[in-house]
């Protein structure tokens, strides 16, 4: 499974911005998602999961009623959706995959490339 991140950039406080994972290979309905995202000086974070069925079940407390995570099984791409973006927000966003959240949230089985999002105050 190869996953690619897409839509980063640079954005004002409050706004809003979708970043995209494209995941290569036949499996990837099987696997549980999610994004982290490192910040500068800090230690890569678990912000979000989503299962093979599409259930959200961990948010990061900081993400809570901001961000939401969507998959398209048939389109094999993982969303993630962030609204009201703070200047906190500011990292490096990576998707990954695991066979379980367990796996996904300790060790990957895959990571994607980051893409970077600034928020400006």
């Known amino acids: 499974v190869q996953l690619q991140a897409s839509g980063g950039g640079l954005v004002e406080a409050g706004a809003s911005l979708r970043l995209s994972c494209k995941t290569s290979?036949?499996?990837?309905?099987?696997?549980?998602m999610g994004w982290f995202r490192q910040a500068p000086g800090k230690e890569r974070e678990f912000v979000i999961h989503?299962?093979?069925?599409?259930?959200?079940?961990y948010y990061a407390d900081s993400v809570k009623g901001r961000f939401t995570i969507s998959r398209d099984n048939v389109k094999n791409v993982v969303y993630l959706q962030m609204n009201n973006l703070k200047p906190e927000d500011t990292a490096v966003y990576y998707c990954?995959?695991?066979?379980?959240?367990?796996?996904?949230?300790?060790?990957?089985?895959?990571w994607g490339q980051g893409t970077l999002v600034t928020v400006s105050s």
């Open positions: 990954a995959a695991g066979a379980t959240i367990v796996q996904l949230s300790s060790h990957p089985n895959y």
């Open positions: 290979g036949r499996a990837f309905s099987m696997y549980d």
């Open positions: 989503i299962s093979p069925s599409g259930v959200s079940s």
